[in-house]
């Protein structure tokens, strides 16, 4: 059975504290994704990645950076945590570049209070 | 810039009754995907549709492709309460095949 894991399902962090989310896949997927979830607004594309060490920025990558050393893990860094960055964020893969089924992790709700 | 209207936003019916939701983009989409997402979980993909006027169905849910392929629905016949959850609309996009989300529907089914 496929798999995406993150780290954690629910985070309470400080006003600027550095912050990484960790996201693990099982599937050999060469594409990894992060999204932050806000009611209303739909999935917004914060970084993904089609290869080990690439990244490209999404439609909100600011205040956040991503990490991909290993085909199977791409983190998510908030480098010094806000406020505005309350929300839930999810982590994707998928197979190929063409559209194919994402595949998602559970979910870290972070608050930062 | 892609966009994806989704609509209703928030939809509450009795248990039974019929219901539609709608995806709509001025722009073409080369495929549309549809994922239910369940409190505390990530989206979890339903159906792919591909091609234009395409028609799918997944037991009681019936999803459409538009002819044109800038428009999608998804209609849920005699909606029961395991139906609830966050109805999410995915257009893969033409040109760089990157999926374009629309905000969701969220449905409540009441017994």
């Known amino acids: 059975d496929v798999k995406v894991t993150q780290s954690s399902r629910y985070l309470v962090k400080r006003t600027g504290e550095k912050v990484f989310l960790e996201c693990v896949q099982d599937?050999?997927?060469?594409?990894m994704f992060w999204y932050r979830q806000d009611p209303g607004l739909g999935l917004r594309l914060i970084y993904f990645?089609?290869?080990?060490?690439?990244?490209e920025k999404g439609d909100i990558p600011e205040g956040y950076s991503v990490s991909r050393e290993k085909k199977e893990r791409f983190s998510l860094i908030l480098e010094s945590a806000s406020t505005n960055q309350t929300s839930m964020y999810l982590c994707?893969?998928?197979?190929?570049?063409?559209?194919?089924?994402?595949?998602f992790g559970q979910g870290t709700r972070l608050t930062v209070v | 810039t892609q966009l994806l209207e989704q609509s209703p936003q928030f939809l509450s019916i009795q248990e039974g009754e019929n219901l539609t939701v709608y995806c709509n983009s001025s722009?073409?989409?080369?495929?549309l995907q549809w994922y239910r997402q369940e409190p505390g979980e990530g989206p979890v993909l339903l159906v792919t549709?591909?091609?234009g006027g395409e028609v799918k169905k997944l037991k009681r849910l019936t999803f459409q492709f538009g002819d044109a392929r800038k428009d999608s629905s998804l209609h849920i016949t005699a909606a029961q309460p395991g139906d609830t959850g966050l109805y999410l609309c995915?257009?893969?996009?033409?040109?760089?095949?990157?999926?374009?989300w629309g905000a969701g529907t969220k449905l409540i089914i009441k017994p």
């Open positions: 995915a257009g893969v996009a033409d040109s760089n095949y990157q999926l374009i």
């Open positions: 990645s089609y290869d080990v060490k690439m990244k």
């Open positions: 599937m050999d997927h060469e594409n």
């Open positions: 549709v591909v091609t």
């Open positions: 722009s073409v989409f080369s495929s």
């Open positions: 994707a893969s998928s197979l190929s570049r063409l559209g194919t089924e994402a595949f």
